[in-house]
């Protein structure tokens, strides 16, 4: 931090002849301190138009200047508690509302598609094994499938993967149990009933990612049941 202020402060003094008397609004800058400070704002402030161009100004130079008096409304903790709570909130807000628009246009375009209420939607390639109405969480699957994001890069493909029913993704059981054993099916799943805001790191998923599914479902394994 201190290098950067050090490099604005060289080219504050590099151009302070020219800032001197220069007009930003109805203000001057009288002397060196405030062209440098005018720089380092300049400086600033494309860093936070990169980063909101919604923010008000007003309120940013309050905030400053109340750094400035060691007179902050709030603390630099609960600040930084509030600024992640509400990156997270409308990062959230902003990937639910496309995953539903996304979802919602893709049904619109293909009428064979099926969308549950959990927003997992759907459409049976091959219909498998039907005989499956007592499927339970302890009976085995063995499914084939490929995973690729929205934009239709591969993720992961799998050719063998057996696992215990209840171990699929919340999102795959109900798609799994209604294509049946030697089904095919094709499925979007929005990130609430996939990986969640956490993603996987090792699966290369992103948080918050819908994911396409291509699932072949090879056998399913019952349990003895008395």
């Known amino acids: ?28 800058l009288e002397n060196e301190t ?9 400086n600033v402030g494309q860093a936070l138009m990169r980063m909101d161009s919604t923010l008000n100004v007003e309120a940013v130079c309050m905030a400053i200047k109340d750094v ?4 902050p409304l709030i603390t630099m903790s609960d600040a930084r508690d509030y600024y992640l709570g509400q990156k997270v909130y409308f990062v959230h807000e ?71 029913y209840r171990d699929l993704l919340i999102g795959l059981r109900d798609v799994v149990r209604i294509a049946g054993s030697g089904g095919e099916f094709e499925a979007w799943l929005p990130s609430k009933e996939a990986y969640g805001s956490a993603g996987d790191e090792e699966l290369g998923i992103a948080p918050h990612q819908l994911l396409n599914y291509r699932v072949s479902v090879i056998d399913i394994e019952y349990r003895h049941r008395r």
């Open 1 to 28: 931090m201190l290098k950067k202020i050090f490099g604005w402060a060289v080219v504050a003094a590099m151009f302070g002849g020219m800032l001197m008397g220069c007009k930003s609004s109805s203000n001057k």
């Open 34 to 42: 405030d062209s440098l400070s005018y720089v380092i704002g300049l």
């Open 68 to 71: 400035y008096a060691a007179r």
């Open 94 to 164: 902003k990937a639910m509302a496309y995953q539903e628009q996304f979802l919602a246009d893709l049904a619109k375009r293909d009428r064979s598609f099926v969308r549950t209420r959990s927003g997992v939607t759907y459409k049976i390639e091959k219909l498998g094994d039907q005989n499956i109405s007592s499927l339970s969480s302890r009976d085995t699957v063995r499914i084939a499938y490929t995973i690729r994001d929205d934009a239709g890069k591969l993720i992961c493909e799998m050719d063998t993967l057996r696992c215990s």
